[in-house]
Nanobody, 124 residues
Framework: QVQLVESGGGLVQVGGSLRLACAAS????????MGWFRQTPGKEREFVAT????????IYSDFAKGRFIVSRDNAKNTVYLQMNSLKPNDTAVYSC?????????????????WGQGTQVTVSS
């Protein structure tokens, strides 16, 4: 059974930082690109960042460039999202996802396993 479990969310002030983690089990982690998405009530999931199997390639959404960093530790089956200079409109539930084999996708349809998500709230 595939499980993706996020942690590290919480309440932070504007300009602060958070580091999210996503621990994966039940799949061949090294063979999957991993992505981060976020969602707010009433809106569709929004792509944040993705990282290739080896970690050698990353793709970011425009709002994440320069502020967020995605990384992975294949020995720990864990992917991370370091978020800096947080803004109120970064408030959302952040979820990690495992990409379909061979892809480094930015679209929701490119992923077939999802975590439950962790809430990030940025207060002003």
């Amino acid at each position: 059974q595939v499980q993706l479990v996020e942690s590290g969310g919480g309440l932070v002030q504007v300009g602060g930082s958070l580091r999210l983690a996503c621990a994966a089990s039940g799949l061949s982690f090294n063979d999957r690109s991993m992505g981060w998405f976020r969602q707010t009530p009433g809106k569709e999931r929004e792509f944040v960042a993705t990282i290739s199997m080896s970690g050698g390639r990353t793709i970011y959404s425009d709002f994440a460039k320069g502020r967020f960093i995605v990384s992975r530790d294949n020995a720990k089956n864990t992917v991370y999202l370091q978020m800096n200079s947080l803004k109120p409109n970064d408030t959302a539930v952040y979820s990690c996802a495992a990409a379909k084999w061979g892809l480094i996708p930015t679209a929701v349809s490119g992923y077939d396993y999802w975590g439950q998500g962790t809430q990030v709230t940025v207060s002003s």
